[in-house]
């Protein structure tokens, strides 16, 4: 039982990790936008800003799903 509630608290983190790092990557992105960075090269950060904001809303919505 024990280990079980380990996982959901992890669960839960996880989720809210990905979304830190897909707002970092989004600060980012905004920064480059403002020094003039090659826009190719802003769009693979928002997408990968995208990917972790959908990797963290899947967990979060596992770790609801399981409660």
């Given at each position: 039982m024990k280990r079980l509630l380990r996982h959901e608290r992890s669960?839960?983190?996880y989720a809210?990790?990905?979304f830190t790092i897909a707002a970092?990557?989004?600060l980012?992105?905004?920064a480059?936008?403002?020094t003039g960075e090659k826009p190719w090269l802003i769009g693979i950060r928002l997408v990968i800003a995208a990917g972790?904001?959908?990797l963290g809303?899947?967990?979060l919505r596992s770790h609801l799903k399981r409660k």
């Open positions: 669960s839960r983190f809210w990790w990905y970092g990557f989004v980012l992105a905004v480059k936008m403002v972790f904001a959908a809303y899947l967990e």
